[in-house]
């Protein structure tokens, strides 16, 4: 990565992990989901395995790893799985960053998500059945929470293209809305009353059809975990992370939206549209730079996360909106 045209938000050579390394971990992973490979056998593998939480456990184990999109790059180093496993945003199971070992108690199965509002016909569908429709692949994408931290992840998933397509939405339908489970005994943070449970987010149709609304199935070659948002979860990596809404049971198509979970909280902070800019400050801080998990670097953001050349084309004609909050 040392070419001359390299972007801000890319760093140098030295900090970049080699694709082939990254590739023989990959097959590391295929060896031992296999069953070719002991994982328990050395404290090395268990760790390479991540093993300290139970994918093996999911049943959707056997899909994955699933073919890699080279199409769409992280321009840095991908973050390491145990900063990303680790230190989360998931306020359903508390309003802090140690959420991971609480959100083991999500009963990831069986799980129904329901597509309804304007549709041809409303239908609900289990997670492993839609998981049979829908074409997987892998693609690294950076991540940028409002916060100003930021990471970089191999997602397992497919396009929310292809489920709008399933979905079979009216013309009518302007907005998807989409929604959190709802269950305060397995996530404690959902008895804050001062919060509006269930979690919801929103796209426009056009958003959601974009090519880089991806609905999120796996990370690192498994199942994705329960505490970055399992079974099914939202990236939207030209928006801040608020966008990409987790654990989501609900997929409604509308012609009016209503206000998502964090506009509720807080309008003046948190608005509908959230995509990055490094120019437009958060009303408590400064939006220009992000610490990149798991390491010690600080780097320049970037005007929607680095994806400018593909969203762009989506937000002309609406210079009145409140876009980059
Ligand atoms: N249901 C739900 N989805 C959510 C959140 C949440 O609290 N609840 N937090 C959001 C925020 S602010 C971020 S930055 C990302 C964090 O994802 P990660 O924990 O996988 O890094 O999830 C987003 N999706
Ligand atoms: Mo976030």
């Known amino acids: 990565m040392t070419s001359p045209t390299r972007r801000d938000w890319e760093l140098p ?28 056998a050395s404290p090395l593998m268990a760790s390479l395995a991540g093993s300290a939480f139970a994918a093996e456990a999911d049943p959707s184990a056997h899909l994955y790893p699933v073919e890699h999109n080279p199409r769409y790059v992280g321009g840095r180093a991908i973050t390491g799985e145990k900063f990303v496993t680790t230190y989360n945003n998931f306020y359903e199971f508390g309003s802090h960053k140690k959420i991971s070992e609480a959100a083991q108690a999500l009963k990831i199965r069986p799980w129904t998500v329901v597509l309804d509002g304007l549709v041809e016909k409303p239908v609900e569908i289990g997670i492993d059945d839609l998981l049979k429709k ?10 940028r929470c409002v916060e100003a931290w930021s990471m970089v992840v191999p997602w397992s998933g497919f396009p929310m293209k292809a489920l709008v397509d399933f979905a079979k939405p009216r013309a009518e339908a302007k907005y998807v809305m989409m929604e959190t489970f709802l269950d305060p005994k397995t996530a404690p ?10 979690y919801v987010e929103a796209l426009t149709m056009q958003e959601a059809t974009h090519e880089l609304a991806f609905l999120v199935t796996g990370a690192y070659g498994k199942p994705v975990l329960p505490q970055n948002g399992a079974p099914l979860r939202l990236a939207v990596p030209w928006k801040y992370g608020f966008k990409s809404i987790k654990s989501i049971v609900r997929f409604s198509f509308v012609s009016e939206r209503s206000e998502t979970f964090w506009e509720k909280v807080s309008p003046r902070e948190y608005g509908f549209w959230a995509n ?29 996360n680095g994806y400018a050349e593909f969203v762009a084309d989506l937000y002309t004609g609406l210079s009145g909106e409140p876009l980059y909050m």
């Open 276 to 304: 990055v800019n490094p120019e437009v400050p958060h009303p408590r801080w400064a939006q220009s730079q992000e610490r990149v998990l798991g390491t010690s670097d600080i780097v320049r953001t970037q005007l929607y």
């Open 134 to 143: 829908m074409p997987l692949e892998e693609r690294i994408y950076r991540h």
């Open 13 to 40: 050579a030295s900090a970049v992990t080699p694709e082939a390394l990254f590739r023989s971990r990959r097959q590391l992973m295929r060896d031992i989901a296999a069953g070719s490979i002991l994982a328990a």
């Open 189 to 198: 943070g959902q008895k804050q009353h001062w919060y509006p449970w269930p």
